[in-house]
C-alpha cells in the first residue's frame, strides 16, 4: 500500500511541476517500501538518493519561477519558499544519512511525505501560483476553473 496517493487535488495547475510532484510522491512510496521490505537493502539507499536527485531538481524548477516574481508580496513569499526549499533538503539529507548508517526511519520517511503534501505542495505552491498570476506570469485557466 503506497504511502501517500496523488490526487488531483494537489494539482497546482503547472503541468511540469504537478508531473514532478507526482514523481516525488512516487519517489516517496518506494523509499518507504524499501525501508518496509528485509533490511539491509541497498533499495532503500538508491530510493534515498533518486529522491533527493528528485528534489533538487524540482526545487531549481520552482526556483526559476519564484526568480520571476517583482512585486513586493511575490517577493517575500520567494524567499519564505526558498527557506522551505532549505529546511526540506535538510531533512531528506538527514534521513539519508541514517539510512547509510543502517538506522532506517519510516516515521521520518512518513513524516517528511506529510511535509511534502500538506506545508510544501499544497500551501507554498499553491501560494506560488497565486503570485504568478498575480504578476501576469502565468495564464489564468478559466475554463478549468468552471464546473463542467
Do not use: Y
Not at 531533512?91 to 511534502?116: D, F, H
Amino acid at each position: 500500500m503506497p504511502l501517500i496517493d496523488w490526487t488531483d487535488g494537489m494539482a497546482i495547475g503547472i503541468d511540469p511541476l504537478d508531473a514532478d510532484h507526482r514523481a516525488l510522491l512516487g519517489h516517496f512510496n518506494e523509499l518507504h517500501q524499501a525501508v518496509a521490505d528485509v533490511w539491509p537493502t541497498s533499495a532503500a539507499l538508491a530510493a534515498g538518493d533518486t529522491l533527493i536527485d528528485a528534489l533538487h531538481v524540482h526545487f531549481r524548477q520552482e526556483q526559476q519561477l519564484l526568480q520571476r516574481l517583482t512585486l513586493p508580496g511575490g517577493i517575500c513569499h520567494r524567499e519564505e519558499h526558498l527557506i522551505r526549499h532549505e529546511e526540506f533538503l535538510d531533512r531528506a539529507t538527514a534521513l539519508r544519512a541514517e539510512l547509510v548508517a543502517g538506522r532506517p526511519n519510516r516515521k521520518a520517511i512518513e513524516s517528511l511525505a506529510v511535509t511534502l503534501t500538506d506545508f510544501e505542495l499544497v500551501r507554498f505552491d499553491f501560494q506560488m501560483v497565486g503570485h504568478l498570476l498575480r504578476e501576469g506570469l502565468l495564464p489564468v485557466k478559466t475554463a478549468s476553473l468552471l464546473p463542467a
